[in-house]
């Protein structure tokens, strides 16, 4: 479940134009947002049932933020979250199934520690710890950031290791004993003012998988009548390019524009396309309203088949829709308002945010997210 690291990074993304990432030696001093998202969804096409019955599920997601500006060379990020989760799924766990969902919770923390190697570079290092009822994961990281051009172009690369043992129940809910995983991901991207008023950017990302990457409690139905666990390669590869585009129009409207290409070598092409507008608010202090678009589109997977539709002589065969021919559809609003500088509202709150959106996939599956935040600078 990334969600919750989803609307982290859109949160920290709401302002106007591009922020670079691992800032070192800003007057900000300690920073602390916390932010509560929600997520529901609903549809007919369940990968725990062999792509039939409720894909029903919640999630309520309260995170904390700190971004500490240690000195003039140092830095520190960190953030603490809790994803409590309900849906059908969950109720796989257990041996004795029924029809109502049931809870679980993932815990998981990120912590980054930033160095500025001069007025021009810096570097990161990341540590991240997750776990969940079937599944624990460990992560390191380093990143680097170097700019040129009189500070108009920046260069910056990351590389993240993720290890995770994954706990097997199968499609009786059953434990069968633990399997381990192992993710790699690499990402390159430069960023270029175009203009007084014009950013843009480009990015790419690499990410290896190996290990077990089926989920066993995913059914798949053959004609028969007989109900299997989903079967997939232990191996991934997925590529991904990323081109963005910030133009201000004066200082009250800021357009953003986004396109990602996706490949993997599951069979899954993709393409998503991105739009936010942002308003400045007749107030004092930084204030935007933003609407924003994103429409998605990918082909299936070549394990991809409806329930019913495989023969039992496949290698591989998953019913899980999200590796479907699917087209997404998500619109939203967005509300960043700031105290005037120097100024602090009630208990100190420095800013707040708030964020709503609605998706809608051509499966008929449905969803609402919201998120709510405050933050203080200390």
Known sequence: MHLTRLLVALLCCSAPLVAQDGAVGGDQGLEIDFLVSYYDQDGEHSAVTGGTGTEKQEVLSPVVLVSWAVN???????DLGIDQISSASVDRMDAE??????L????????TATRRLDDRSAVSFTLGLSTEYDYRSVSAGLGYSRDFNEKNTTLAGSLRHYEDVVELYDIDGIKRGD????????????TQVLGQKTV?????????????????????????????????????RRLALGLGLNHSFGRNVVQRLHYRLYD????????????????RLPTAGESWLYPFVRFHTQTASDYFGPTGSFTGREEFYTSDWDLAEVDTDRYGLGLRLAA??????LLGIRRTDLRVSFFTRDDGLEGFTGSFGFGWSL
């Open 179 to 190: 399997d381990s995983r192992s993710t790699t991901n690499a990402n390159v991207s430069l």
């Open 264 to 279: 993997d070598d599951w069979g899954i092409r993709a393409h998503s396309i991105s739009a936010e507008t942002h308003f």
């Open 340 to 345: 005037p500088a120097g100024k602090k509202w």
């Open 72 to 78: 003039e060379d140092w830095s520190l990020k960190a």
């Open 200 to 236: 843009g950017f480009v990015e790419f990302d690499a990410t290896i998988q190996s290990g077990f990457l089926s989920t066993p409690f995913h059914e798949v139905g053959f004609p028969n009548g007989v109900v299997v666990a989903e079967r997939l390669p232990d191996s991934r």
């Open 97 to 102: 199934l029924s029809s109502a969902s049931e």
């Open 104 to 111: 679980d919770a993932r815990a998981f923390t990120d912590v």
